[in-house]
C-alpha cells in the first residue's frame, strides 16, 4: 500500500514548546506553521487532524547497519528502512562494514544504488577506510563521514587512516576497543572452557580499559591531525569523564546506544547470550545510565541484526548485535514519562544534533522550508515491546515484554505517511546530500 501526499496539513499538532499549531505541508517541505487555519490555507484535500498529539522532528539514526549488500539473510534495505519508519525515524545512515565493505568509490555507488532502489526512508552512508586514494576518491558521492573500527588495526596503520580522513571536510566515526588488549584478553579468557557459555566473560574480555585506551589514543591523534571525531556507543563513566575533559581541547562528539544507557551485564544472566553486542554492556562499576545522558550529543541505535541461529552459539563464536531501531524510541519517551528526561532532551539527541554533526541539510528540526520529516507522538499509549509487530528481520531484543508509557503512531517522511501505528507504506527514500 502506498499513501504518497507530498500536500497535507497536519492540524492540531502539539508541539513540544506545548503549542498548538497546524503545519502546512506543501510538495514535500513545511510550507508553514501557525496557530489558525484560514480557508485560504486549505490548498489539499489531505487534512489529518492529529487531536492535539505531539509532533517532534523525524528521527535521525546516525548509527545502522543493514546488512545489504552481501548479508540479506540478516537484514536488507527494506526490511532495515521499514523498521526505521516503524520506529519514527525518517533519516538513517548505513554503517560500511557490508560484503563488499564500502571502503571503496565502486562498492559505496553499489549500496547507494540498492538503498536508492529499497529503502523507504531517507538514508546517507558512512564510508569505511582504505587507501589515501579510495578515501579521495568517494569524496565526490558526499559520504555521512568515514568510519574506522580501531579494534581491527594496529597503531601505526590507525595513524595513517586518520590522516587520510583528516584531509577531507568530513567527520570520522569511530569504535573505541584496542585492539592488542581484546585480542589478549580474549585468548586468555576462552582458553577456560567454563567461560564458553558464561556470557558475562564476554564484557570482561572486550574491557572498559579497551574502550578507554581507544578514545584516549583517537583524541590525541585527532587533536594532532585538527580532525573531527564522532565517537560511536561510549559505554562507560570512565570513557565519558576522560572526553569531558579533552572537549576543550578537541572537535569531539559522542553517541549513546539504548542497550548502554538502559543495561548492564547483569542481563546476560536472564536473557543470555543474545544479549552480545560491542562493546559489551558493562558491570555497574563502569556502566553510562540514563542521568549521564546530557552529556551525549546523539543517540544511535547501532541497530546491529542476526539470525537467532547465529545469535545463539557460544560466549565467543556467537555473532555481535542487537536491533535497536523499533525499541529506542518507546524506551526514551517512557523516561520523558517518568519525568527522568525530557522531550526536548530526546528531540536534541535524536534530531537535532545528528542533522548538525552530519551536516544532513532541512533535516532534524521543524522548521518552515525544511522537508516535512515529522514523528506523531502518542504520549499516553502503553504497551509493551513486541517483536512480533516489528518489520525487521531479527525478532529479538533484550527489551523484549518491557512496559512502556509513550510511542510513536505515525511516521512522515517528506511529506508521505510511511508509517502509521503497526503499518508501514510504500515510499521512495532519497539520499539526503
Same mark, same amino acid.
Given at each position: 500500500?502506498?499513501?504518497?501526499?507530498?500536500?497535507?496539513?497536519?492540524?492540531?499538532?502539539?508541539?513540544?514548546?506545548?503549542?498548538?499549531?497546524?503545519?502546512?505541508?506543501?510538495?514535500?517541505?513545511?510550507?508553514?506553521?501557525?496557530?489558525?487555519?484560514?480557508?485560504?490555507?486549505?490548498?489539499?484535500?489531505?487534512?489529518?487532524?492529529?487531536?492535539?498529539?505531539?509532533?517532534?522532528?523525524?528521527?535521525?539514526?546516525?548509527?545502522?547497519?543493514?546488512?545489504?549488500?552481501?548479508?540479506?539473510?540478516?537484514?536488507?534495505? $527494506? /526490511?532495515?528502512?521499514?523498521? &526505521?519508519? +516503524?520506529? %519514527?525515524?525518517? @533519516?538513517?545512515? *548505513?554503517?560500511?562494514?557490508?560484503?563488499?565493505?564500502?571502503?571503496?568509490?565502486?562498492?559505496?555507488?553499489?549500496?547507494?544504488?540498492?538503498?536508492?532502489? $529499497? /529503502?523507504?526512508?531517507?538514508? &546517507?552512508? +558512512?564510508? %569505511?577506510?582504505? @587507501?589515501?586514494? *579510495?578515501?579521495?576518491?568517494?569524496?565526490?558521492?558526499?559520504?555521512?563521514?568515514?568510519?574506522?573500527?580501531?579494534?581491527?588495526?594496529?597503531?601505526?596503520?590507525?595513524?595513517?587512516?586518520?590522516?587520510?580522513?583528516?584531509?577531507?571536510?568530513?567527520?570520522?566515526?569511530?569504535?573505541?576497543?584496542?585492539?592488542?588488549?581484546?585480542?589478549?584478553?580474549?585468548?586468555?579468557?576462552?582458553?577456560?572452557?567454563?567461560?564458553?557459555?558464561?556470557?558475562?566473560?564476554?564484557?570482561?574480555?572486550?574491557?572498559?580499559?579497551?574502550?578507554?585506551?581507544?578514545?584516549?589514543?583517537?583524541?590525541?591523534?585527532?587533536?594532532?591531525?585538527?580532525?573531527?571525531?564522532?565517537?560511536?556507543?561510549?559505554?562507560?563513566?570512565?570513557?565519558?569523564?576522560?572526553?569531558?575533559?579533552?572537549?576543550?581541547?578537541?572537535?569531539?562528539?559522542?553517541?549513546?546506544?539504548?542497550?548502554?544507557?538502559?543495561?548492564?551485564?547483569?542481563?546476560?544472566?536472564?536473557?543470555?547470550?543474545?544479549?552480545?553486542?560491542?562493546?559489551?554492556?558493562?558491570?555497574?562499576?563502569?556502566?553510562?545510565?540514563?542521568?549521564?545522558?546530557?552529556?551525549?550529543?546523539?543517540?544511535?541505535?547501532?541497530?546491529?541484526?542476526?539470525?537467532?541461529?547465529?545469535?545463539?552459539?557460544?560466549?565467543?563464536?556467537?555473532?555481535?548485535?542487537?536491533?535497536?531501531?523499533?525499541?529506542?524510541?518507546?524506551?526514551?519517551?517512557?523516561?520523558?514519562?517518568?519525568?527522568?528526561?525530557?522531550?526536548?532532551?530526546?528531540?536534541?539527541?535524536?534530531?537535532?544534533?545528528?542533522?548538525?554533526?552530519?551536516?544532513?541539510?532541512?533535516?532534524?528540526?521543524?522548521?518552515?522550508?525544511?522537508?516535512?520529516?515529522?514523528?506523531?507522538?502518542?504520549?499516553?499509549?502503553?504497551?509493551?515491546?513486541?517483536?512480533?509487530?516489528?518489520?525487521?528481520?531479527?525478532?529479538?531484543?533484550?527489551?523484549?515484554?518491557?512496559?512502556?508509557?509513550?510511542?510513536?503512531?505515525?511516521?512522515?517522511?517528506?511529506?508521505?505517511?510511511?508509517?502509521?501505528?503497526?503499518?508501514?507504506?510504500?515510499?521512495?527514500?532519497?539520499?539526503?546530500?
Amino acid at each position: 500500500r502506498v499513501k504518497k501526499m507530498g500536500d497535507l496539513i497536519l492540524k492540531n499538532c502539539k508541539t513540544i514548546e506545548n503549542e498548538i499549531v497546524n503545519i502546512i505541508i506543501e510538495e514535500g517541505k513545511i510550507k508553514e506553521i501557525k496557530k489558525e487555519l484560514l480557508s485560504s490555507d486549505k490548498t489539499t484535500d489531505n487534512i489529518i487532524d492529529v487531536k492535539e498529539k505531539t509532533v517532534i522532528p523525524g528521527l535521525i539514526d546516525p548509527h545502522v547497519h543493514l546488512r545489504d549488500p552481501g548479508l540479506t539473510h540478516k537484514e536488507d534495505w $527494506k /526490511s532495515g528502512s521499514e523498521a &526505521a519508519a +516503524h520506529g %519514527g525515524y525518517t @533519516t538513517i545512515i *548505513d554503517m560500511p562494514n557490508t560484503v563488499p565493505t564500502t571502503n571503496t568509490l565502486k562498492a559505496f555507488k553499489e549500496k547507494k544504488e540498492i538503498a536508492n532502489k $529499497k /529503502s523507504c526512508v531517507d538514508f &546517507a552512508l +558512512h564510508a %569505511g577506510v582504505k @587507501t589515501k586514494k *579510495d578515501v579521495e576518491e568517494i569524496l565526490e558521492e558526499k559520504p555521512a563521514a568515514y568510519k574506522i573500527f580501531m579494534d581491527l588495526h594496529e597503531i601505526d596503520e590507525l595513524y595513517q587512516m586518520f590522516e587520510y580522513v583528516s584531509k577531507t571536510d568530513k567527520p570520522l566515526c569511530l569504535h573505541c576497543e584496542d585492539k592488542n588488549i581484546v585480542d589478549y584478553n580474549i585468548k586468555t579468557l576462552s582458553s577456560n572452557p567454563d567461560n564458553d557459555f558464561k556470557t558475562i566473560s564476554y564484557s570482561y574480555a572486550r574491557s572498559a580499559l579497551a574502550e578507554l585506551i581507544a578514545v584516549n589514543r583517537a583524541i590525541e591523534f585527532a587533536k594532532k591531525l585538527d580532525l573531527q571525531i564522532h565517537l560511536c556507543h561510549i559505554s562507560t563513566r570512565q570513557t565519558l569523564e576522560l572526553i569531558h575533559e579533552a572537549r576543550t581541547s578537541a572537535n569531539i562528539t559522542i553517541e549513546a546506544t539504548p542497550h548502554h544507557i538502559f543495561l548492564d551485564n547483569t542481563t546476560y544472566e536472564n536473557y543470555g547470550i543474545k544479549a552480545k553486542t560491542n562493546p559489551p554492556l558493562r558491570d555497574k562499576n563502569y556502566n553510562i545510565t540514563l542521568d549521564l545522558l546530557n552529556e551525549f550529543d546523539s543517540i544511535g541505535t547501532d541497530h546491529a541484526p542476526h539470525t537467532l541461529e547465529e545469535k545463539q552459539k557460544n560466549t565467543w563464536t556467537s555473532a555481535a548485535g542487537i536491533p535497536g531501531l523499533e525499541a529506542t524510541l518507546p524506551l526514551l519517551l517512557t523516561e520523558v514519562n517518568k519525568n527522568k528526561i525530557t522531550l526536548d532532551e530526546v528531540v536534541r539527541l535524536t534530531s537535532h544534533n545528528p542533522s548538525k554533526i552530519f551536516k544532513i541539510p532541512n533535516k532534524g528540526f521543524l522548521k518552515e522550508g525544511y522537508d516535512a520529516d515529522i514523528t506523531v507522538l502518542d504520549m499516553k499509549k502503553e504497551g509493551k515491546i513486541d517483536v512480533d509487530n516489528w518489520f525487521t528481520q531479527a525478532k529479538y531484543t533484550p527489551f523484549e515484554n518491557r512496559e512502556y508509557i509513550g510511542c510513536n503512531v505515525m511516521t512522515i517522511n517528506r511529506g508521505n505517511i510511511v508509517s502509521e501505528e503497526n503499518e508501514v507504506y510504500k515510499n521512495e527514500g532519497k539520499y539526503v546530500y
